[in-house]
Structures are given as C-alpha cells and as structure tokens.
C-alpha cells in the first residue's frame, strides 16, 4: 500500500487530515518491522497496526 493510501484509510478512520501523511508514513515503518519482528507479512501487520487505532479513535473521550 502507498503512503498516500494509507493517509486516506486513516482519514477514513478519523485521523485529523493534516496529520494523515506524518502518521501513515510511521505506520507504513511500523508495520514493516513489525512483519521483520514477527515473522508476519506486510499486509498482516498493517492490519493489525490499522486495528489498534481504530479502537483508540473510537475509545470514549
């Protein structure tokens, strides 16, 4: 997945819109070395990764 696309599936998500790029950047390096880390491929850690922010956005404020 692009940078760019991953900025919008976290817009999507509720990601502020001026953070989106910075933070999809980060998770792309995330990801990948959580798939170096744990032996899982690159769309399985991402999806894992994605998981975890929808929840936190979603979580009560």
Excluded: F, N
Excluded at 29 to 40: F, I, M, N, T
């Amino acid at each position: 997945m692009q940078i760019s696309q991953l900025a919008q599936v976290l817009a999507a998500l509720g990601c502020p819109a001026e953070k989106s790029a910075g933070m999809a950047a980060q998770l792309d390096k995330r990801a990948r070395q959580l798939a170096a880390e744990k032996g899982r491929s690159y769309e399985e850690a991402l999806q894992h990764l994605l998981t975890l922010m929808k929840q936190g956005w979603a979580a009560p404020k």
